[in-house]
């Protein structure tokens, strides 16, 4: 078993936090941030991935209009005349212009391709715990924690501001962090930024007792408590 003591910014003294096998403590301040090769579809701008649904049209020309099309699980496409296309992790103007160039080989003079996202299944965070709405978010723009706690619906009556914690895979490590809610709100520390494939876990009691592999116990702290799971 490991257990870990680490100092709280701000508490009045020490704190035994972990309590699982393969449990590390990373310290204090900011997840690592994922990369491209984290998944698919993994940074700002938006890019593509499996399951987004888009529409293409190439201007003036209405029979290569399609619609409703979905990027499949490999992160690919099928458009007429191109044939299959590897849109997964390119953003809809470097898709459209995979397009164009297939187009040219079929002697088309100048195609211009536009791509739009009708759907963004790719690009989502997951919130759970005591909070009014859990559920599957799309990630739009800049995504923060506390922006996603308010399309969440916000707190229940049983929330624990004080224990979210948001789970994040990077480099095939998984890190998970625990942050103050409150104390982001007092601005005593940024509110971190989010991104695809996140999970994002409101602590009640029962949630509490269920996260006991993150904290046996911990006192509210002013900074993130960062933490590497089967670190083993």
């Given amino acids: ?46 890019t593509l991935g499996p399951y987004d649904v888009v529409d293409i049209e190439v201007f003036a020309n209405e029979d290569l209009r399609a619609r409703d099309i979905e990027v499949d699980p490999s992160g690919r496409i099928t458009f007429p005349l191109v044939g299959t296309i590897e849109v997964g992790g390119k953003t809809p103007g470097e898709a459209a212009k995979v397009i164009e160039a297939g187009l040219r080989q079929q002697y088309f003079r100048d195609p211009r391709v536009s791509i739009n996202v009708k759907k963004a299944a790719s690009q989502v965070v997951s919130i ?30 049983f929330s624990k501001k004080r224990e979210v914690i948001v789970f994040r895979e990077v480099d095939n490590k998984r890190y998970a962090a625990l942050y103050d ?12 930024r989010l991104f695809p ?21 911990a006192p509210p702290v002013i900074a993130p408590l960062i933490f590497l799971l089967d670190s083993n």
Avoid at 181 to 192: C, L, N, S, T, W
Wanted: one cysteine or more; hydrophobic letters at 35%; proline letters at 6%.
């Fill in 128 to 157: 759970s715990g005591e909070i009014r709405k859990p559920g599957i978010y799309p990630i739009v723009g800049d995504m923060t924690l506390l922006k996603a706690i308010a399309r969440a619906e916000g707190w229940t009556e």
């Fill in 1 to 46: 078993m490991t257990l870990v003591t680490a100092s709280c910014v701000g508490g009045s003294g020490r704190s035994t936090v972990g309590g699982a096998e393969g449990l590390s403590f990373v310290g204090g301040g900011e997840l690592p941030s994922p990369g491209r090769a984290d998944y698919s579809a993994a940074e700002m701008p938006f």
């Fill in 181 to 192: 809610v409150k104390a982001i709100e007092r601005g005593q520390y940024p509110d971190p």
């Fill in 197 to 217: 494939n996140d999970t994002v876990v409101v602590g009640d009691s029962q949630a509490r007792r269920n996260m006991k592999d993150i904290l046996t116990a």
